[in-house]
């Protein structure tokens, strides 16, 4: 392969950073392999068009896919001596540590109905101390669902605290990241609207901290959310408003393109970085894999679920800076420190197939560079 033919794949490969691996490293050397003259090679075709390049690397190693990949850990019960080990391990987590967390998890619920009911209905005419209390409940109920995972989880920096125009932001890996922030601060969440069980809760105990829904298949849901987030912040007693601007769930390696609205609102962004130790459990939720339900489930036979969040400082809108500059300057922040590679992937793009335009450009793109080839020859 000629030297201009590979800083042409080097350069397409380093302004896209897309993470993808060297298609030279999976191509045969020339030493090692005697081919024919005049004959077609592999690597007259991936000369042709970036396209092909990007095609080949995508079979090799998809960047876009390994964002939401679960990734198994490696077997040790693999000989006779840890094996008998491993068994006892099974029979530990789903015949002991299993049935306790679910007594602890009902115990929970009872407490928390108990006292959630006679409040929110009780006490109507008295909204602020509804509020307080109610928010004190819904804490404690999330930290008994992060009791029944064993949760170790350590929080580093400053506790969020309520004030008007400031707005939390943080990598997103499961629905549990928001049990394991609500534990220490009752925050209002941005969250998709969710079906079962789920969705109860999400419409009667969540509403009445101040969570707010949106479906993704609804494009009027986006203007009726960018409105009450901007009433949200205003207000001194409303809670801290929590957004996941990834709006998917990314298995915890990775951080794709933070979403712009939480970033045009004219307030301070406070950014929250959680980092899961998969030592005992995958805490990513693959939701087109397996629901919520199961996922708990997972958690609960597991030993643990081990987890850093870092409060960070808190960042404004800087001078002649755009809200897209603004988000990647945060996700900057975030991915540092919580050690998660950047990819300039839309997480809404495994919900969707490309655009016309995005197909349009490709082809047009792979037209120009065969046109060029065939002028040459």
Same mark, same amino acid.
């Given at each position: 392969?000629?030297?201009?033919?590979?800083?042409?794949?080097?350069? @397409? +490969?380093?302004?896209?950073?897309?993470? !993808?691996?060297?298609? $030279?490293?999976? %191509?045969?050397?020339?030493? @090692?392999? !005697?081919?024919?003259?005049?004959?077609?090679?592999?690597?007259?075709?991936?000369?042709?068009?970036?396209?092909?390049? $990007?095609?080949?690397?995508?079979?090799?190693?998809?960047?876009?896919?390994?964002?939401?990949?679960?990734?198994?850990?490696?077997?040790?019960?693999?000989?006779?001596? %840890?094996?008998?080990?491993?068994?006892?391990?099974?029979?530990?987590?789903?015949?002991?540590?299993?049935?306790?967390?679910?007594?602890?998890?009902?115990?929970?619920?009872?407490?928390?109905? +108990?006292?959630?009911?006679?409040?929110? +209905?009780?006490?109507?005419?008295?909204?602020?101390?509804?509020?307080?209390? #109610?928010? @004190?409940?819904?804490?404690?109920?999330?930290?008994?669902?992060?009791?029944?995972?064993?949760?170790?989880?350590?929080?580093?920096?400053?506790?969020?605290?309520?004030?008007?125009?400031?707005?939390?932001?943080?990598? =997103?890996?499961?629905?549990?990241?928001?049990?394991?922030?609500?534990?220490?601060?009752?925050?209002?969440?941005?969250?998709?609207?969710?079906?079962?069980?789920?969705?109860? %809760?999400?419409?009667?105990?969540?509403?009445?901290?101040?969570?707010?829904?949106?479906?993704?298949?609804?494009?009027?849901?986006?203007?009726?959310?960018?409105?009450?987030?901007?009433?949200?912040? !205003?207000?001194?007693?409303?809670?801290?408003? /929590?957004?996941?601007?990834?709006?998917?769930?990314?298995?915890? =390696?990775?951080?794709?393109?933070?979403?712009?609205?939480?970033?045009?609102?004219?307030?301070?962004?406070?950014?929250?970085?959680?980092?899961?130790?998969?030592?005992?459990?995958?805490?990513?939720?693959?939701?087109?894999?397996?629901?919520?339900?199961? =996922? /708990?489930? !997972?958690?609960?036979?597991?030993?643990?679920?081990?987890?850093?969040?870092?409060?960070?400082?808190?960042?404004?809108?800087?001078?002649?800076?755009?809200?897209?500059?603004?988000? #990647?300057?945060?996700?900057?922040?975030?991915?540092?420190?919580?050690?998660?590679?950047?990819?300039?992937?839309?997480?809404?793009?495994?919900?969707?197939?490309?655009?016309?335009?995005?197909?349009?450009?490709?082809?047009?793109?792979?037209? $120009?560079?065969?046109?060029?080839?065939? $002028?040459?020859?």
């Amino acid at each position: 392969m000629s030297s201009s033919s590979t800083e042409k794949l080097k350069s @397409s +490969s380093s302004e896209l950073d897309l993470d !993808q691996p060297n298609i $030279e490293d999976y %191509l045969p050397s020339g030493s @090692s392999i !005697q081919e024919p003259l005049g004959k077609l090679r592999l690597r007259d075709l991936l000369d042709i068009s970036p396209a092909l390049t $990007e095609a080949a690397g995508a079979i090799v190693d998809d960047s876009f896919t390994r964002c939401f990949k679960s990734n198994p850990p490696e077997p040790w019960n693999w000989n006779v001596y %840890l094996f008998p080990l491993w068994c006892f391990g099974v029979v530990v987590r789903y015949f002991i540590l299993f049935p306790v967390r679910v007594i602890v998890l009902t115990v929970g619920w009872i407490i928390f109905l +108990s006292a959630f009911i006679p409040v929110h +209905s009780l006490l109507k005419g008295h909204d602020k101390l509804r509020k307080k209390i #109610e928010r @004190s409940l819904v804490e404690l109920i999330c930290s008994f669902f992060v009791a029944s995972w064993t949760g170790v989880v350590k929080y580093h920096g400053p506790r969020p605290s309520m004030r008007p125009k400031q707005v939390f932001v943080a990598n =997103h890996t499961s629905m549990i990241d928001f049990i394991i922030l609500e534990q220490m601060t009752a925050f209002a969440v941005i969250m998709q609207k969710h079906p079962g069980w789920v969705g109860l %809760l999400q419409s009667t105990i969540l509403e009445s901290v101040g969570c707010i829904w949106f479906n993704r298949s609804e494009a009027k849901d986006r203007e009726i959310v960018a409105r009450k987030l901007r009433d949200h912040i !205003q207000a001194a007693d409303n809670n801290p408003l /929590l957004i996941f601007p990834e709006g998917t769930c990314v298995n915890n =390696h990775y951080t794709v393109m933070f979403k712009k609205g939480a970033f045009e609102l004219g307030c301070t962004v406070c950014p929250v970085a959680i980092k899961y130790n998969k030592i005992f459990v995958d805490a990513f939720w693959n939701s087109r894999k397996q629901s919520f339900t199961t =996922h /708990l489930l !997972q958690l609960m036979t597991s030993w643990a679920v081990v987890c850093d969040v870092w409060y960070l400082e808190p960042q404004m809108l800087k001078p002649g800076e755009t809200p897209i500059e603004f988000a #990647e300057r945060v996700r900057d922040i975030i991915s540092v420190r919580a050690g998660l590679r950047k990819v300039p992937w839309d997480g809404y793009l495994k919900y969707s197939r490309p655009s016309p335009k995005h197909r349009e450009q490709k082809q047009q793109s792979f037209a $120009e560079s065969m046109l060029r080839r065939l $002028e040459e020859k």
